[in-house]
């Protein structure tokens, strides 16, 4: 704030934060700086006092669901180039990558949004959007929005977590080297993330509505994939903090069960300050409150959700015999696209079938890959479950596509297996 003053900025615009800095926005308004919220996140019941509020939540009648802030920041920008959006091929892929990214759900608006960006890349020839693209590309078959939310977005989001957020602007605008320099923070952002999500699992106990783990250790970047990851794990709500001094600052991530953002606004009379979303958000508050947190956030969820409810599941869309797989069906589900939240990606019971030429594959093994079928199969994050597998199977996996050599066929990803018992 010292430095907009220092050299007389009139206006700050806002992208995808300010709905809860009430006190800094007053304080710019009073030096004579107007700002313009541009937001999406959780609307809390005072109003920061800024020259204008774009939130979907404040317009009457606006279509759920709701934009995300990269989603909100197109259209303001759409409105003032007077709904040229058909001639803005980078900025509509850039709106559907930050849209796909935050995790908001795929219909209506957003998968407008979306389907178009997806092309919108798709059609650029050179830039260093099309850099970025080339680098996770599949062998000719285009990106789809689950190539954006594993491959894209992740490589993004590592600058901030490992090192400084403007390395991410820097691939966007300028490519080259920059894009390399992404992939080397991702690669360290996974290895460290995952030693982290063992710790911190073994923290809570088995049957604790709340998955809670607190260090001086934990980089504050990758705590919220820290948290995620507990929550993907055991179906429960987590919170992750990372202490610094007096203060912590905290992700907390939630099944849809339960609001995790009205959660802390239950006890935000022990935050300096929170804000988010239903199933994400983030908190900052004195290190010393950290056990009272974790107790009332604990008792919060038990009176809002049955403990039996707070268990991992998968939901299956259909039971599929192995003769009905190909490249055909794999098309078909494709043209369902784009997947993401609100509109998952279908996923199959597969009966009685073997893992043929089962192995680890990736860093340390991670993860399984297998014939199953006849078809290309990946497991990814179950290379633990190496010595385990044995068969006859039950599956549950995706149908997808696979590319080599300009050679197309199937592939399926396996989430879970289950040995059939005789």
Known sequence: MEEWIEHDIKLLITVDTGMSAVAPIAALQKKGIDVIVVDHHHVQAELPPAFALLHPALTPGFPLPHPSGAGMAFLLLNALENGAWEDMPSDRALAMIGTVADLVELRGLNRAIVQRGLLSLESL?????????????????????????????????????????????????????????????????????????????????????????????????????IAGSLTENTGRPSIVAAIHGEYATASLRSPACYHVTEGLLRASDLLESFGGHAQAAGCRFRADRWKELTLRLSADILAHVPLDALTPCIDIDARIDASEISIALADSLGSLEPFGQGNPEPRFV????????????????????????????????????FGQIEDPLDIVCRIGMDSWNGRRGVQLFVEDAKRIEN
Do not use: W
């Open 125 to 225: 020839r050179s830039g260093p959007l099309a850099t970025l693209r080339d680098s996770v590309s599949k062998g000719g078959i285009a990106l789809t929005s689950t190539d954006i939310a594993f491959r894209i977005a992740p490589r993004l989001n590592a600058a901030g977590r490992m090192d400084d957020p403007m390395l991410a602007l820097d691939a966007i605008l300028r490519g080259g080297a920059h894009v390399e320099r992404l992939h080397q923070l991702n690669r360290a952002r996974q290895d460290i993330t995952g030693s982290l999500v063992l710790r911190a699992a073994t923290e809570t106990g088995q049957n604790a509505p709340l998955m809670a783990s607190a260090s001086e250790e934990y980089p504050h970047g990758i705590i919220g994939l």
């Open 350 to 385: 597969l009966c009685n079938v073997h893992a043929e030429q089962l192995r680890r594959v990736g860093t340390d093994g991670v993860h399984l890959q297998a014939k199953i079928a006849g078809h290309k199969a990946v497991g990814f994050r179950m290379g633990s479950l």
